[in-house]
């Protein structure tokens, strides 16, 4: 079992950068691809990034590709989301979370329910 922790939220201006961090338990870290997903307030969970198992591989939404970077540390057992150029529109609770094993990349990793362990969260608010 996995136990992830964020860390890295705040408040930030538009166009700013924030670097979220995803601290994850077990010697199994390695194993796992990764996701990052926010829900804004009255709005669905919605897909951020994923990062495969080895870091060769990353996926971002339309919404967040050019300005986010995904990234892991295996030895460390962490997982990264480098925020840039912040929008409003970014302000959300981000979640990290690990991906079932199995599955078509990156297809079948861009929905929540391809995630079985969950971080409990780290607010994220971009000032206009």
């Known amino acids: 079992q996995v136990q992830l922790v964020e860390s890295g939220g705040g408040l930030v201006q538009a166009g700013g950068s924030l670097r979220l961090s995803c601290a994850a338990s077990?010697?199994?870290?390695?194993?796992?691809?990764m996701g990052w997903f926010r829900q804004a307030p009255g709005k669905e969970r919605e897909f951020v990034a994923a990062i495969s198992w080895n870091g060769g591989g990353s996926y971002y939404a339309d919404s967040v590709k050019g300005r986010f970077t995904i990234s892991r540390d295996n030895a460390k057992n962490t997982v990264y989301l480098q925020m840039n150029s912040l929008k409003p529109e970014d302000t959300a609770v981000y979640y990290c979370?690990?991906?079932?094993?199995?599955?078509?990349?990156?297809?079948?990793?861009?929905?929540?329910?391809?995630?079985?362990?969950w971080g409990q969260g780290t607010q994220v608010t971009v000032s206009s």
């Open positions: 077990g010697r199994t870290f390695s194993t796992y691809a």
């Open positions: 979370a690990t991906a079932l094993p199995g599955g078509y990349w990156p297809r079948d990793f861009l929905s929540e329910n391809k995630y079985d362990y």
